[in-house]
């Protein structure tokens, strides 16, 4: 999947410096000049707004630093949630080979930039891993999003990347199934203003049910 730029609405992404008062237990300097509000929403009741701020006459507002500009940009990635998908694409099978893959538009690169006043950054999000929990006490971690299962496929061949397979129904489970559950893990780096550096690892989830009956027999031509 091609990457996704997330840059939503301007008013949302830019922020900007406007006039305003004192804040609670703040003095207006005798020098002249005027107090500054950094505004990232047009409430201002974004988290990243800051001030007011005292800038003397002539001067410039100072802006916030790369790191503060690219967190503002990594509060605005917006991961899309894993899509899970599993052939055979009802009932899994005892000891046949189940394939597991999430959807392209879940397993991608994902950016967002923000800026002020001199000063743009761009954080980017990008999936390292996908773990699968199956249900069954066992895991499978992938270092990809999975390979979908091929049309005319033989059912006996596993998956190159990303498969487990059954060795007990899910008979007596709830619902007669195998909770399943997918951790995809995102390495956030960020760059800007001749700056870069990296964020905590992010994560996403879903979970599915998987039935899986004893097998009776796969044939195949």
Not at 29 to 36: L, S, V
Not at 63 to 72: D, I, Y
Request: charged letters at 15%; proline letters at 11%; glycine letters at 12%.
């Amino acid at each position: 999947m091609g990457g996704q730029e997330q840059n939503g609405d301007d008013k949302l992404l830019g922020c900007r410096y406007v006039p305003a008062g004192p804040g609670p237990g703040q003095e207006t300097p005798k020098e002249p000049g005027g107090w500054f509000m950094l505004l990232c929403s047009p409430d201002g009741k974004d988290p990243d707004s800051r001030g007011p701020i005292w800038v003397p006459a002539g001067a410039d507002a100072p802006p916030p630093s790369p790191e503060q500009v690219a967190e503002m940009a990594r509060k605005r990635l917006r991961l899309p949630m894993p899509k899970i998908r599993a052939n055979p694409a009802g009932e899994q099978l005892v000891n046949l080979p189940t394939w597991m893959w999430l959807d392209r538009d879940s397993w991608g690169d994902i950016s967002a930039t923000a800026s002020v006043p001199g000063v743009s950054v761009t954080a980017v999000a990008r999936p390292l891993s996908a773990t699968w929990s199956m249900g069954d006490g066992s895991s499978v971690t992938c270092t990809s999003s999975g390979t979908p299962f091929p049309s005319g496929g033989d059912p006996k061949s596993a998956s190159p990347d990303c498969g487990h397979t059954y060795r007990s129904s899910s008979a007596g489970r709830p619902a007669q199934a195998f909770l399943v559950s997918v951790k995809v893990q995102w390495a956030v780096t960020w760059s800007g203003a001749g700056q870069s550096g990296t964020f905590p690892n992010l994560s996403t989830t879903a979970s599915a049910s998987f039935r899986v009956a004893e097998s009776q027999g796969i044939t195949t031509g």
